[in-house]
């Protein structure tokens, strides 16, 4: 199969981590063997924000912009809306053209790979493919789903050929048959469940892996298979069928460190094997209920595909900060009425809200931000250009709220996630100068952000209100 | 232009009333400050009015001034609501002052109200901060206290002002508003309470924010030409100063100090033809300690990046250059936001005609007001003098 090659590849895991043995605490057993720790989502995220983060890093890996993107493909089970096309606003927050080509691919974890398949294959118009897995699945608290879920996200930046090196996808294949009963969500439902079968399920896992893989043209015989995980045990028992060791699942695997990440597990894998320069690499999604791909991704000349994967932890949390960050023991947001910011006046402000989208004044070139009604430092109204902050800055004042100090929009948040910080951050301009914007600032302890502190902006929930999220910039320290 | 004079004031009690609405404290107030006119005055009298509140709690957004001049009896007196969040009646004070001045009016009512404590937390949550930036500000999870607190980091970082400083406002305040009847928190505090407080939004803590309160405040000015049928010695409102600023922070040319206030200030005393070192005392916007630190620079009482000394030597207290919030201020008088500014002329009316009791100043005979809106985005200053008005 020849077709799009994959030349950049970005991750993100969120840094709140909690080990298998907050959960042996608060339950006297885990039910997810195989993972040491896991990721968990932060009271301001959700998969289209770890989406965001993982594309903003596989462009950058990739040294391009959104703007080159002809094909943007969004592959979740736990997209933060059931309906909607959410690729609007993942291509909005990336910049992408409005005229892109777009796919979102869900219903079961196989979308990533089914996602990657397809962009393998598409006509990409002398533009990019961007391909992004996102996922943070919930189960019921004291099931194996719920103790294994994790979150990640994953993108891949593709093109023609066009470019030199990359790695190619060479052939693929897919394999399904009816398995109810294994893993499944029902319509209007939060958690994912299982009847939990344990042989059932095994079987379902074997047959449609090995039957995709044995639909290949030819055997792989591959360096790393970078294979679903649910578990940090279930890939491991197809390695004998698969013919190869334990290792080449397990030096690429992320599951035990991340949990499972649903639609992004088998893609976080090739990430990790594309970074460490694996020759041949045997991807295999696997979707319950139950069906797979399997994708054989050669990667010549190691190094070729620039890499730029943040999975690393920055925070351990005990279970009931766990269950406070999801939300599970937290009561929603007040009611009452006062300030309000309409939909549709957000919606005019998304290009501020997602990218930093300032203005330069025509008159006396001064920076403005938002970009509307006289210039802030002449005062004038002669006119501005729009100008896209790159998102780095620099905090000039900053508070700490403590609880019960928030707005009613952050209420839920905090209790939540607790304290946070709000800052007054100069962020710079792309070619000199600043503007000053309020933003909050997620991603770290609020007493440790201190006036002249450097920050970058990051795509977060800013709050939701007539269940409608609204999303926009936040800032964390800079590393 | 010919001048005003405010000849009478009074107020209600600030603090939490549940028996109360904001009608009937608007009544107190009203009466406190007929009954305080030397001769008397009539109902009838009144030309105009002039109302400052943010809406009561959205229970009466609009006409919310009628809906409390008809309640005490001005009957079809023209009555405007004005709006301006936290100096919404030190605006309508300067509306009466300009209807004045201008010659439409001979006597006007400036007053303000709030009931503040009746909501539930929820709602409240919603009311506080409704006046800061919306959709940038707000939405980046701060309310006033945050936003404030925001400005008391850049003045730490600028000038080296330190938590004990901040800390000696309240203190200072509270001890004055312990010798007010009128007081919403009328007790004292030590150093070590204002220090050791509960951190409201870093590095504010809760005595260095002044609480919400119910309350109204009223003040009757008049024209030169009949100030004579009411006192023998009223207050001649020397010097009227306001500015606007962008309304968020954020915006604004400067984080350590409020523009509009030192904008307001240099106006109000070029036309008074005095400055802040011929000041007896002065009422400041204290709604957080910082802004208090802030106003004394604003208003020129000290040097730039002075405050947090100036405070701490206690150069803005009883026995000092200028005594400051000789009613307790926002933090312990009170703080019923419609009703701040007008409640500030109370104050500056009892200092001057000696009826201020154990917060009296001693031969007081010029004071300054001063009301902010918002974080910064108005503000407005008056310069009072006492003047013999008798025929």
Redesign the interface.
């Known amino acids: 199969m020849t077709g799009n090659s994959i030349r950049a590849v970005g991750a993100y895991a969120p840094r709140f981590r909690i080990t298998a043995e907050a959960f042996e605490e608060a339950w006297g057993q885990f039910h997810a063997s195989g993972i040491e720790e896991k990721a968990v989502p932060g009271a301001d995220e959700d998969a289209l924000t770890m989406a965001v983060a993982a594309a903003k890093h596989a462009l950058e890996a990739d040294g391009s912009d959104g703007d080159k993107v002809s094909h943007l493909a969004f592959a979740s089970t736990t997209p933060p809306l059931a309906e909607a096309d959410l690729t609007s606003r993942l291509g909005a927050a990336l910049g992408v053209p409005e005229t892109a080509t777009r796919r979102f691919h869900g219903g079961s974890t196989r979308a990533g790979t089914s996602a990657l398949v397809d962009a393998v294959a598409a006509d990409l118009d002398e533009g990019v493919a961007l391909v992004v897995a996102a996922d943070c699945p919930k189960g019921h608290l004291d099931d194996a789903v719920d103790h294994a879920a994790g979150a990640g996200a994953v993108a891949f930046v593709l093109d023609d050929g066009g470019r030199d090196g990359g790695a190619t996808v060479t052939e693929s294949a897919e394999y399904a048959t009816p398995y109810p009963g294994t893993r499944f969500r029902q319509a209007g439902a939060e958690r994912t469940e299982g009847l939990d079968v344990t042989t059932y399920d095994r079987a379902a896992f074997r047959e449609v892996v090995t039957g995709a893989v044995d639909a290949l043209d030819a055997d792989p015989e591959p360096d790393a298979v970078a294979i679903q995980a649910v578990d940090g045990k279930r890939p491991y028992r197809v390695a004998g069928a698969l013919g190869v060791d334990n290792a080449a699942i397990y030096e690429v695997a992320t599951v035990q460190d991340l949990g499972d990440t649903g639609a992004a597990s088998a893609p976080l894998s090739l990430a990790r094997a594309l970074a460490a320069g694996v020759e041949t690499t045997l991807v295999v999604g696997v979707g319950s209920g139950a069906g797979a791909d399997a994708l054989v991704v050669e990667h010549d000349d190691a190094g070729a595909v620039s890499a730029d994967l943040d999975l690393d932890g920055g925070a351990n949390l005990s279970y009931a900060e766990y269950l406070r960050q999801r939300g599970e023991v937290t009561s929603g947001p007040p009611d009452g009425g006062g300030a309000y910011v309409s939909v549709p006046s957000w919606k005019r402000s998304i290009p501020q809200r997602y990218r930093l989208e300032a203005a330069r004044c025509v008159s006396c070139g001064a920076l403005n931000f938002p970009p509307a009604g006289a210039c802030e430092s002449c005062n004038e109204r002669d006119g501005t250009e729009p100008v896209v902050l790159p998102g780095t800055g620099t905090v000039e004042a900053v508070t700490t709220i403590s609880q019960g100090g928030a707005p009613p929009e952050f209420a839920e948040q905090q209790s939540k996630s607790g304290d946070f910080a709000v800052a007054v951050v100069a962020f710079d301009g792309p070619d000199g100068g600043s503007v000053s914007v309020p933003v909050q600032v997620t991603d770290a302890d609020p007493g440790s952000v201190g006036v002249g502190d450097a920050v970058v902006a990051e795509f977060r929930r800013i709050y939701t209100q007539e269940g409608v999220t609204r999303y926009g910039c936040k800032v964390t320290p800079a590393e | 232009m010919r001048d005003a004079y405010v000849v009478g004031a009074g107020q209600s009690d600030f603090g939490s009333f549940p028996d109360e609405s904001y009608r009937s404290l608007f009544e107190t107030a009203f009466d406190a400050a007929v009954d305080s006119v030397a001769g008397g005055i009539d109902t009838d009298d009144f030309d105009e009015a002039v109302v400052g509140t943010l809406g009561v709690g ?1 229970r009466q957004l609009g006409l919310s001034g009628p809906a409390v001049t008809e309640h005490v009896g001005l009957h079809g007196v023209p009555t405007t609501r004005v709006e301006n969040a936290c100096a919404a009646s030190g605006y309508a004070v300067r509306q009466a002052v300009q209807a004045v001045k201008s010659g439409m009016a001979d006597v006007v009512l400036a007053g303000g109200v709030e009931v503040m404590t009746d909501a ?4 409240t ?6 006046s800061g930036e ?10 006033f ?3 404030y ?6 003045h ?2 600028e000038h080296g002002t330190t938590h004990e400083q901040l800390s000696h406002v309240a203190v200072k305040n509270h001890a004055h508003g312990a010798d007010n009847p009128h007081a919403h928190l009328g007790f004292t505090c030590s150093l070590e309470d204002a220090m050791d407080a ?7 803590n809760l005595y260095h924010c002044c609480p919400t309160t119910d309350g109204a405040a009223t003040a009757i000015v008049v024209s030169e030409d009949v100030v004579d049928q009411y006192a023998d010695e009223a207050l001649r409102v020397a010097g009227v100063g306001a500015a606007s600023d ?1 309304v ?4 604004r040319d400067s ?1 350590v100090n409020v523009p509009a206030s030192a904008d307001a200030a240099a106006t109000a005393y070029e036309m008074a033809g005095f400055g802040p070192e011929d000041l007896d005392f002065a009422e400041v916007h204290d709604c957080f300690a910082i802004a208090e630190l802030m106003a004394y620079e604003d208003l020129g009482l000290c040097e730039p990046g002075e405050s947090g000394a100036f405070v701490a030597d206690g150069r803005s207290d009883y026995g000092g250059e200028v005594v400051v919030n000789t009613s307790g201020g926002l933090k312990s008088k009170g703080h019923p936001i419609g009703a701040t500014g007008a409640g500030q002329v109370v104050e500056a009316f009892k200092q001057l005609t000696g009826q201020a009791g154990e917060r009296q100043v001693e031969g007081a005979t010029r004071g300054l007001t001063h009301n902010v809106g918002g974080s910064g985005g108005a503000a407005v200053v008056h310069a009072f003098e006492r003047e013999e008005v008798g025929a």
């Open positions: 959205g539930s937390g929820d709602a949550k919603y009311w506080l901060g409704v919306t959709e940038w500000e707000r939405l980046s999870g701060t309310t206290a945050g936003v607190a925001q400005m008391a980091s850049a730490m970082a509960p951190v409201v939004a870093d590095p504010l962008r968020g922070l954020f915006q984080y």
